[in-house]
């Protein structure tokens, strides 16, 4: 019995070890389900936002949630130009049934048969939408009968177009770490108008000085962080010169409003400086994109859209637009050259680079890829008519000054009414004039947009410089017209704030450009960027008639970084109050896989909103971290290179 019970014994025991090991697989095969599962749930936990898609755990927001980051400092955003939505307020008789719908920008197809009960939406009347879009030509404001005024709320600028974000990605990522609309605010205006204007007309000015102090005194005191992008940038430059300025042409806030209310201002994109885009926008309605589409499919851009002239329709619209003059580059040749000499003169289009996905600071040069045979691109020739006037040492160009030449006969006809666009009143022996000129620099195609189009010019003389000052002391600088301009001002008396440069790099940006005449045509526009001139070269940097430079693909790095790498710098007599200035850049990486979308490494004008590395800057910002806490500057351009070759006095 006692073998027996032995041997049952040995069997019950043999019989549980087999149940145990059968019980440890089953478990373990329940858990290779439950991590197959589990696996399978975090393959699933995407976030999207339309074309912006990234995973929750890897988000900037949750990350920095879970390191105990919390909301702290309110936050404005400063829209750029043409990513505000526009509303009708009043309209004429072809608007009818668009009241309150949006002309431009968010979810302006709406304005549709479905919600609007009406037979045919914005884009099947182009004439009447380019009507209501336009502004007077005399006053550059309203034109009679027609209200047309910015959204407000963070609605205004969270899309630019129904699936493409603008603010959206940062928003949501900002509200993981408990922010919510009362502590972001959406600064909308109006970026049509002048700067100057959006005060006068909308008081737009006022009431982002009110909604600042209201957003300072209700939390706690903690001074807000400003987020400019792209043309806000300037309009903010605008807003810190005029709330600090006396009533009534400024706000009345004094010398220390920025000291009092701003933590910092944490530029991003912003073209301090211009964009050469800004020239060829004015001067010919295009730019390298619109020029290839030109060039491709001229019947397209001339005749599709509107029937006829679709380039001119765009001209005459947006030349009623003066805040786009205010990106006319500034500094003339000393910031970007003359026929002979550029900051960024011996830049190589070809150099390969190592990326930086990460957050490490790159060297300050380029690391590979250098061809001996390189061109030599003469990049301070922002206009060159023939690519044989682009490449030709200065010594060989012929020219003959434009600015006193006879414009002749009008050679339009009573047809061009209503595409005016100022070349109307040219005649051959004008065109022919500014075509034997050849070659313009920055300090020249200001006096080139003189001669051809003087009546906007006029009313951009009011509102914007883009000289240096010699003097900032000078009592004339206290107008208005230079306050967008970082070189003939000074920045707050704020030595606590902090201004930072955030920008894409690696991407070829424009920066001059090959024209040639257009041929004849009715209301023709004279001119236009000959996308035939290719360089010789395989690391040429002109193609389709563009010369390009490193940049976000609409901002060269000259432009957005200098100020922040030189200009402003310690203390220097455009920062007199020392204010602590940073560079942050962003080195552009394409999308990983189509879950990326636009992509979360992107370095591109627009696309960087997106960025996960700029998000976690801003976050970390807003939630009390300081410039040198975030590690300085980041740069993987040559910006600090091409800053030393600028003769500036500081």
């Given at each position: 019995?006692?073998?027996?019970?032995?041997?049952?014994?040995?069997?019950?025991?043999?019989?549980?070890?087999?149940?145990?090991?059968?019980?440890?697989?089953?478990?373990?095969?329940k858990?290779?389900?439950?991590?197959?599962?589990?696996?399978?749930?975090?393959?699933?936990k995407?976030?999207?936002?339309?074309?912006?898609?990234?995973?929750?755990?890897?988000?900037?927001?949750v990350?920095?949630?879970?390191?105990?980051?919390?909301?702290k400092?309110?936050?404005?955003f400063?829209?750029?130009?043409?990513?505000?939505?526009?509303?009708?307020?009043?309209?004429?008789?072809?608007?009818?049934?668009?009241?309150?719908?949006?002309?431009?920008?968010?979810?302006?197809?709406?304005?549709?048969?479905?919600?609007?009960?009406?037979s045919?939406?914005?884009?099947?009347?182009p004439?009447?939408?380019?009507?209501?879009?336009?502004?007077?030509?005399?006053?550059?404001?309203?034109?009679?009968g027609i209200?047309?005024?910015?959204?407000?709320?963070?609605?205004a600028?969270?899309?630019?177009?129904?699936?493409?974000?603008v603010?959206?990605?940062?928003?949501?990522?900002?509200?993981?770490?408990?922010?919510?609309?009362?502590t972001?605010?959406?600064?909308?205006?109006?970026?049509?108008?002048?700067?100057?204007?959006?005060?006068?007309?909308?008081?737009?000015?006022?009431?982002?000085?009110?909604?600042?102090?209201?957003?300072?005194?209700?939390?706690?005191?903690?001074?807000?962080?400003?987020?400019p992008h792209?043309?806000?940038?300037?309009?903010f430059?605008?807003?810190?010169?005029?709330?600090?300025?006396?009533?009534?042409?400024?706000?009345?806030?004094?010398s220390?409003?920025?000291?009092?209310?701003?933590?910092?201002?944490?530029?991003?994109?912003?073209?301090?400086?211009?964009?050469?885009k800004?020239?060829?926008g004015?001067?010919s309605?295009?730019?390298?994109?619109?020029?290839?589409?030109?060039a491709?499919?001229?019947?397209?851009?001339?005749?599709d859209?509107?029937?006829?002239?679709?380039?001119?329709?765009?001209?005459?619209?947006?030349?009623?637009?003066?805040?786009?003059?205010?990106?006319?580059?500034?500094?003339?040749?000393?910031?970007w050259?003359?026929?002979?000499?550029?900051?960024?003169?011996?830049?190589?289009?070809?150099?390969?680079?190592?990326r930086?996905?990460?957050?490490?600071?790159?060297?300050?040069?380029?690391?590979?890829?250098?061809?001996?045979?390189?061109?030599?691109?003469?990049?301070?020739?922002?206009?060159?008519?023939?690519?044989?006037?682009?490449?030709?040492p200065?010594s060989?160009?012929?020219?003959?000054?434009?600015?006193?030449?006879?414009?002749?006969?009008?050679?339009?006809?009573?047809?061009?009414h209503?595409?005016w666009?100022?070349?109307?009143?040219?005649?051959?022996?004008?065109?022919?004039?500014?075509?034997?000129?050849?070659?313009?620099?920055?300090?020249?195609?200001?006096?080139?947009?003189?001669?051809?189009?003087?009546?906007?010019?006029?009313?951009?003389?009011?509102?914007?410089?883009?000289?240096?000052?010699?003097?900032?002391?000078?009592?004339?600088y206290h107008?208005?017209k230079?306050?967008?301009?970082?070189?003939?001002?000074?920045?707050?008396?704020?030595?606590?704030m902090?201004?930072?440069s955030?920008?894409?790099?690696?991407?070829?940006?424009?920066?001059?450009?090959?024209?040639?005449?257009?041929?004849?045509?009715?209301?023709?526009?004279?001119?236009?960027?000959?996308?035939?001139?290719?360089g010789?070269?395989?690391?040429?940097?002109?193609?389709?008639?563009v010369?390009?430079?490193?940049?976000?693909?609409?901002?060269?790095?000259?432009?957005?970084?200098?100020?922040?790498?030189?200009?402003?710098?310690?203390?220097?007599?455009?920062?007199?109050?020392?204010i602590?200035?940073f560079?942050?850049?962003?080195?552009?990486a394409?999308?990983?896989?189509?879950?990326?979308?636009r992509?979360?490494?992107?370095?591109?004008?627009?696309?960087?909103?997106?960025?996960?590395?700029?998000?976690?800057?801003?976050?970390?910002?807003?939630?009390?971290a300081?410039?040198?806490e975030?590690?300085?500057d980041?740069?993987?351009?040559?910006?600090?290179?091409w800053?030393?070759?600028?003769?500036l006095?500081?």
């Amino acid at each position: 019995m006692l073998r027996k019970r032995k041997g049952a014994s040995s069997e019950t025991s043999r019989l549980s070890n087999e149940d145990k090991e059968k019980e440890e697989e089953e478990d373990e095969s329940k858990n290779k389900g439950k991590k197959k599962k589990h696996r399978q749930e975090e393959k699933r936990k995407w976030n999207c936002l339309d074309n912006c898609c990234w995973s929750i755990t890897r988000s900037p927001g949750v990350k920095l949630q879970k390191e105990g980051l919390r909301a702290k400092h309110p936050v404005v955003f400063v829209p750029g130009i043409v990513t505000g939505g526009l509303e009708l307020w009043e309209g004429h008789q072809c608007a009818d049934g668009l009241f309150r719908k949006r002309l431009w920008g968010g979810t302006f197809g709406e304005a549709s048969t479905g919600n609007s009960g009406i037979s045919g939406d914005v884009y099947k009347r182009p004439l009447c939408w380019v009507e209501h879009m336009s502004l007077d030509n005399e006053s550059g404001l309203d034109p009679p009968g027609i209200r047309v005024r910015p959204v407000t709320g963070l609605v205004a600028a969270d899309y630019f177009a129904p699936g493409y974000f603008v603010w959206a990605v940062l928003i949501a990522n900002l509200a993981r770490i408990g922010y919510e609309e009362k502590t972001m605010y959406m600064a909308a205006y109006d970026w049509r108008i002048s700067f100057q204007h959006t005060e006068v007309r909308d008081q737009t000015l006022s009431r982002i000085k009110s909604n600042i102090e209201l957003m300072v005194a209700t939390n706690n005191g903690n001074k807000v962080v400003v987020l400019p992008h792209s043309m806000g940038v300037l309009y903010f430059l605008h807003f810190m010169k005029w709330v600090e300025a006396p009533a009534p042409m400024g706000g009345g806030g004094g010398s220390d409003w920025c000291a009092k209310h701003i933590k910092a201002v944490m530029n991003i994109g912003g073209p301090f400086l211009g964009v050469p885009k800004a020239i060829s926008g004015l001067f010919s309605s295009e730019a390298k994109d619109v020029a290839v589409a030109r060039a491709i499919a001229p019947g397209v851009l001339d005749k599709d859209l509107f029937r006829f002239q679709t380039l001119q329709h765009v001209m005459r619209m947006t030349r009623t637009w003066d805040s786009t003059m205010s990106m006319i580059p500034k500094g003339g040749e000393t910031i970007w050259g003359d026929l002979d000499w550029s900051p960024e003169e011996s830049y190589d289009c070809n150099t390969k680079k190592h990326r930086h996905n990460d957050t490490d600071v790159s060297s300050n040069n380029e690391v590979e890829g250098v061809d001996s045979q390189k061109e030599t691109s003469h990049f301070g020739r922002m206009v060159s008519f023939g690519k044989d006037v682009a490449e030709a040492p200065s010594s060989q160009i012929e020219r003959s000054d434009f600015r006193d030449a006879i414009k002749g006969n009008n050679f339009a006809n009573g047809s061009c009414h209503d595409v005016w666009t100022e070349y109307q009143d040219m005649g051959i022996g004008g065109i022919k004039a500014v075509a034997d000129y050849k070659v313009y620099t920055a300090g020249s195609v200001v006096d080139l947009l003189h001669y051809v189009a003087p009546k906007m010019m006029k009313r951009g003389d009011a509102h914007f410089s883009y000289g240096i000052a010699d003097n900032l002391d000078d009592p004339k600088y206290h107008d208005y017209k230079y306050w967008s301009n970082p070189l003939e001002t000074k920045l707050p008396n704020a030595p606590g704030m902090e201004i930072y440069s955030m920008y894409g790099v690696g991407i070829p940006t424009e920066r001059a450009y090959v024209y040639k005449l257009s041929p004849v045509s009715e209301c023709y526009i004279p001119f236009q960027i000959d996308t035939s001139a290719e360089g010789g070269t395989e690391g040429s940097c002109l193609k389709g008639g563009v010369f390009a430079v490193d940049g976000d693909e609409t901002v060269p790095v000259l432009s957005a970084g200098y100020m922040c790498a030189k200009g402003w710098r310690g203390k220097t007599r455009f920062n007199p109050a020392g204010i602590h200035t940073f560079i942050r850049e962003y080195d552009h990486a394409p999308p990983a896989n189509l879950l990326e979308g636009r992509g979360t490494q992107s370095g591109a004008h627009v696309d960087i909103m997106g960025n996960f590395a700029l998000i976690e800057d801003v976050i970390r910002v807003a939630a009390g971290a300081t410039g040198e806490e975030l590690g300085g500057d980041q740069v993987h351009s040559d910006i600090f290179k091409w800053s030393e070759k600028i003769n500036l006095q500081l």
